[in-house]
């Protein structure tokens, strides 16, 4: 069955447009782009009459809120019951159905058809079907296109959520893999009406103080290799223990490393969900491929920028990335 990566696809509009109730979901541990892209979608789906509820396996975080001022985001403990009647499922910026978590896993159970939107990789072997399509700079830009398909118009509060979307996984507009249609789909949704300011302050200027104090404790933990050109860090879990901050506020310190004059890769190890669990970052400059090296452990993302849970000896697994990435750094010349 279909995958697609062109969002007007005829077989994909028609899905949508037969589906009265639709359920959307997002990746545990949700970020900006898939909770932005599921809001955009959202909006839009609702102004063109469609029945349709947000259940994510993760509650909105603290720092995601001010995305949804209607508070339209359930969690899977709260809003469980949101998905009866659901007649499709899409999942946005995952890509498999274990990182939706429950929501997915109950649609499925429950015989109801979900479908991925998603700018990641597609792992070999995937039995779900969808829009995937990894030329996108973000979910949120390819549910902009979707929704175009679909013939939605998209209003200032649909805009908000792409436009977010689209500003994180860009780093504010930065990486654009020299495709002119990502500035040209911000600038549509500037048009809306848009003020854009509150939302580059929320996601780039308002860091708590206490992720700024572990900003410098991770800073101080940056290690090169002999040549400069890898550079890393780990952060065990003690680093983090007598700060109120969110497991996901480590991730804020890799484009520090990844951004040293002459380091062409960078790998951040953090305490993962579980106990003995480590979570890697990688990262790189243009040219350089990193993505391999988290697909094949089981992770996923970009040639750029991927991630990965792993399980061992952290000297072990520092040993072994680091390795592979001196190899990438070779291969890219
Ligand atoms: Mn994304």
């Given at each position: 069955m279909p995958v697609t990566a062109d969002p007007a696809a005829p077989w994909l509009l028609e899905r949508i447009h037969a589906a009265e109730r639709i359920a959307l979901m997002t990746h545990v541990d949700p970020d900006a782009d898939g909770l932005g892209s599921q809001l955009g979608f959202f909006h839009a789906a609702r102004a063109a009459g469609k029945d349709v509820v947000i259940v994510n396996d993760?509650?909105?975080?603290a720092r995601y809120r001010w995305l949804d001022p209607e508070a339209v985001i359930g969690d899977f403990d709260g809003a469980a019951a949101d998905l009866e009647g659901v007649e499709l499922g899409l999942c946005f910026d995952a890509n498999e159905a274990s990182r939706a978590g429950r929501p997915l896993a109950a649609l499925q159970q429950a015989g109801v058809p979900v479908l991925l939107v998603d700018h990641h990789r597609l792992r070999d072997g995937n039995p779900l079907q969808g829009l995937v399509a990894t030329r996108f700079s973000s979910s949120g830009e390819l549910t902009y296109r979707l929704l175009q398909a679909l013939g939605w118009p998209v209003g200032a509060e649909a805009a908000r959520g792409l436009y977010a979307a689209m500003s994180f996984d860009t780093g504010s507009f930065r990486f654009l893999r020299n495709d002119p249609d990502t500035l040209r789909v911000a600038a549509e949704l500037q048009a809306t009406g848009l003020d854009t300011n509150p939302i580059q302050e929320a996601l780039f200027?308002?860091?708590?103080y206490a992720e700024t104090v572990l900003l410098g404790r991770i800073l101080e933990r940056i290690q090169r290799s002999a040549d400069g050109q890898v550079a890393w860090a780990v952060v065990p879990p003690e680093a983090i223990a007598d700060l109120d901050v969110p497991r996901d506020a480590v991730g804020e310190a890799i484009p520090f490393v990844v951004g040293i004059e002459g380091v062409r890769a960078a790998a951040m190890f953090k305490p993962g969900r579980n106990p003995g669990e480590w979570k890697l970052s990688l990262r790189a400059k243009a040219g350089v491929v990193v993505g391999d090296i988290a697909t094949r452990r089981g992770g996923g993302g970009h040639d750029q920028a991927a991630g990965a849970t792993l399980t061992g000896d952290i000297v072990a697994l520092c040993d072994e990335i680091l390795g592979e990435l001196q190899a990438a750094v070779e291969r890219a010349g």
């Open positions: 993760d509650p909105c975080p200027a308002s860091r708590p």
